[in-house]
Structure formats: structure tokens, C-alpha cells
């Protein structure tokens, strides 16, 4: 079984948690992604997804909001040697949209449900040759 290293996205953009929701906003459409780990003095504490600000739009203001008001805390964490069958039975489960690889230098990636149709469509093409 292939490991999530093999598929995920790696070095993803990340914010700091002081940023506000705007900012949030501008570096998911410049980058073309819908999560943002969220950091806090070097260390991961958090993820926001481009859902969490929708779900938010209406009632507070974009420009003065904190990302960590508007952040999941704890959210999941494999390393990049996690097993890709393990990783995509828990997204399912939980459904959760990512997950984020963690190594010694702190965030290496992020894997979201749009690696996992990628890691599905190599994987069904393999088996398929």
C-alpha cells in the first residue's frame, strides 16, 4: 500500500492564526485551494477551510475576524509514512476534507478528498495496465 507521501500535496500554503478571514480568503483563491493549515508562533494549531469562511461570510466582518476564530483546532494529523488505505478509511468515516502531514521540520503536506481522487485515478490505472 502507498503511502501518503506519494500523493499529497507538499510544502501547502499555510497562515498565521493572527491573519484575518480576508487574507485567509485571498491566498485560497490566489493558490487555488480550499485549506489552510493555520500556525501559531512555528507550530501548527489548526486548519481553516475555505467552507469555514462561507459559513461564516454573513455574520462577522472578513477584514477585522482572527483565522483562529474561524479555525478547527486539533485537526487530523498522520506522518507521510501513513498507509494511503489508513489515511482515506478515516477521511471517509469522519469525513473529513484533509488531513495534515506533520515531519520534524513541522508541516511537509496536505491531503485533501482532491489528492485523493488523484491517488484513485493512478491506482485504478495501474491495476487497470
Do not use: W
Request: proline letters at 4%.
Amino acid at each position: 500500500m502507498p503511502s501518503v507521501s506519494r500523493f499529497m500535496t507538499v510544502h501547502p500554503v499555510t497562515i498565521d492564526r493572527a491573519s484575518t478571514l480576508a487574507v485567509a480568503r485571498k491566498l485560497m483563491q490566489a493558490h487555488d485551494i480550499r485549506h489552510l493549515p493555520v500556525t501559531g508562533d512555528g507550530h501548527l494549531v489548526g486548519i481553516v477551510s475555505e467552507r469555514d469562511l462561507q459559513l461564516l461570510a454573513s455574520t462577522v466582518d472578513p477584514e477585522a475576524t482572527r483565522v483562529d476564530q474561524a479555525m478547527t483546532s486539533n485537526p487530523f494529523i498522520v506522518t507521510g509514512d501513513t498507509a494511503l488505505d489508513e489515511i482515506t478509511e478515516i477521511m471517509a468515516d469522519q469525513k473529513y476534507s484533509s488531513v495534515i502531514v506533520m515531519g520534524r521540520d513541522g508541516v511537509e503536506g496536505i491531503f485533501t478528498a482532491v489528492d485523493a481522487c488523484r491517488a484513485l485515478t493512478t491506482i485504478l490505472r495501474r491495476d487497470a495496465a
